[in-house]
């Protein structure tokens, strides 16, 4: 068996090398690698990213000689799904593709799995045709076909309804009420799927006649569900036990914790709930820590604005300013700024309201205003621990606007964001919170402004015609006429929505000495951008379209995130 296995890996290899992903000296290393660690020849060609999933699935399919099947564009049919229930999908990481007659084509990323394919035909009492496709891609298609939406509703079905005068009757509710399967199943099931969603919150909403679940998928909310009222008590009671919330009080508003275990993902999420008309509404917000380390590059800076963004960041102190509305990003961009620092030579220090993710050898602080730590506070406190970098979550305040300059001008590399529309408009925003001109420009290195776009979904876009006003729109600013753009059209990878995640959409401004002239000067918001412009600053409005020209997003949706109330 051991041979077999030796002369198989020898094939594939050779197949790489001949295919020219490989070289002769990577093959004799991965060689190396796998007798040294005992592991899979397909696992060390993954880990050393030598080769891609996809790739190293269809190499496979010409060495077993084995049909190789692209999931992302072939799809699944859904009788076939019916066959194979969730958890042997999950468990053997396999996918019905099509059910013919007798005969059910699986998806697998390993068709010598002998056990696999016996425990299949016996489930399915059909006979089994193997093909191979990459083990993402299965994983992706066990995601969108296998979803929680019946098995949620099935498990709250169980919960006895009590009424009282024609109503559901007030709950009182009991430990083990509140602990019982169906509740605990239900609740665990909305959460996984809203990870399998890419949602970042949950929200739980009750209304006159009905309990809604809405998603928030790419900044958008979703109805998922809508389920029946006598849910609702049982079910914001399990929430607050898990989250350490007090289950009796109802009437104050109140935030709590989980940590949630999501396959191999460890997910924190946070709890808000507050009292509505209809009773108690929760937000949960979904904090997937793998999304907190996307580096500079990935977050969506074209190149000349990320050229311009990395000058600011090599600055040994000054301040550095992130501006936008709630949900354009800012926190996204601090933690990938914070992560390109070397946090080795430099003693980093964060003061987050809240802390939403935690990071490796970067000292992070929490702003608690009964203990009295506020940003202000906790900024103060900062100076005394010998900082190099010093990350503010927000100024909110002259008190913390202040205090940031003059760290700034002491030596320190201050990163802060603050809620304004553009980059000059921050600046303007600075001075307003009491800072004199002449510090401001002084301690001033520049300013990001920023807004999340969606992401046209990549598996079913297609050139489309938009409506006169957005062509008009992307006309004015680029100078160029042009009615079709890349439009998705809803598939099962996007949920229907024709977009698959989000980027952002930059405005960056470098404070070269003449925009330091014009601030101290008193001129007004014109003057400072069109000087920015001539030093190179890309606005919000014609980086969006950029990316609309580039098939990144649309025009609806820089019209609908770039606004301004000038």
């Known amino acids: 068996m051991e041979a077999t296995k030796t ?3 020898k094939d594939l290899g050779q197949l790489l090398v001949e295919a020219k992903l490989i070289t002769e000296e990577q093959l004799r290393h991965v060689k190396e690698l796998q007798l040294k660690r005992g592991d899979k020849f397909e696992r060390i060609l993954l880990q050393e990213r030598l080769v891609t999933p996809q790739q190293l699935a269809f190499f496979n399919s010409l060495q077993l000689r084995l049909p190789f099947v692209n999931l992302r564009k072939e799809g699944v049919e859904s009788g076939a799904i ?77 919960i006895p309804i009590r009424y009282q005068r024609g109503r559901v009757a007030p709950a009182r509710l009991s430990s083990e009420t509140v602990t019982q399967a169906p509740i605990v199943r239900a609740l665990d099931l909305m959460i996984k ?54 289950i009796a009080e109802r009437r104050r508003p109140q935030d709590g914790q989980i940590t949630f275990d999501v396959g191999e993902k460890e997910i924190d999420i946070r709890v808000a709930t507050s ?4 009773g108690e509404m929760a937000v949960l917000r979904i904090l997937d820590k793998t999304f907190a380390f996307l580096p500079l590059p990935e977050i969506g800076f074209l190149p000349d604005s990320l050229e311009m963004y990395l000058r600011m960041v090599k600055s040994p102190f000054g301040m550095i300013l992130i501006s936008g509305p709630t949900g354009s990003g800012k926190t996204t961009t601090q933690y990938a700024t914070v992560n390109q620092l070397d946090a080795v030579g430099r003693n980093i220090l964060t003061i987050e309201d809240p802390v939403e993710y935690r990071f490796a050898n970067i000292n992070q602080m929490q702003v608690n205003p009964t203990a009295g730590i506020t940003f202000a506070t906790g900024l103060r406190a900062c100076m005394r621990l010998d900082p190099n970098v010093i990350l503010v979550g927000e100024i909110r305040d002259a008190e913390t606007a202040q205090i940031g300059v003059q760290a700034s001008l002491t030596g320190h590399l201050v990163l802060s964001s603050v809620h304004a529309n553009d980059t000059v408009s921050t600046i303007f925003r600075m001075i307003d919170l009491g800072v004199e001109p002449f510090l401001l420009t002084s301690a001033l290195i520049g300013i990001t402004a920023q807004r999340m776009v969606r992401r046209v979904c990549p598996y ?29 059209t809803g ?46 600053t890309v606005s919000l409005w014609h980086d969006g379209m950029l990316k609309v020209k580039l098939g990144i997003t649309t025009p609806y949706e820089v019209i609908r995130n770039v606004y301004s109330i000038s």
């Not at 009292?275 to 209809?278: A, F, H, I, P, S």
């Not at 330091?516 to 400072?528: E, Q, T, W």
């Open 82 to 158: 019916a066959l194979v229930p969730e958890d042997v999908a999950r468990k053997l990481n396999v996918i019905p593709v099509v059910a013919t007659g007798d005969s059910v084509v699986i998806a697998m990323e390993d068709p010598r799995d002998i056990k696999a394919i016996e425990e299949l035909a016996a489930l399915t009492r059909k006979r089994i045709e193997p093909v191979i496709s990459s083990a993402q891609d299965i994983q992706e298609m066990i995601d969108l076909n296998y979803r929680a939406g019946g098995e949620i509703r099935e498990q709250f079905s169980q």
């Open 460 to 488: 079913c876009s297609q050139p489309t015609k938009v409506p006169p006003d957005e062509q008009e729109a992307y006309e004015k600013e680029m100078g160029e006429k042009r009615s079709e753009f890349l439009i998705g």
């Open 275 to 278: 009292n509505t008309v209809y």
């Open 7 to 9: 002369n198989l890996a």
């Open 491 to 536: 598939c099962n990878f996007c949920a229907g929505t024709g977009y698959l995640g989000r980027t952002g959409i930059f405005e960056v401004l470098v404070m070269g000495e003449e925009i330091r002239r014009l601030v101290l000067s008193g001129a007004g918001s014109d003057a400072i951008k069109a000087q920015a412009a001539k030093a190179g």
């Open 193 to 246: 799927q809203a990870v399998r969603d890419r949602a970042s919150d949950i929200h739980i909403e009750p209304q006159e006649d009905r309990l809604r679940i809405r998603y928030r998928i790419d900044g958008i909310l979703h109805e998922i569900m809508s389920l029946p009222l006598n849910v609702h008590p049982p079910l914001l009671s399990r929430l607050k036990i898990m989250s350490g919330l007090n």
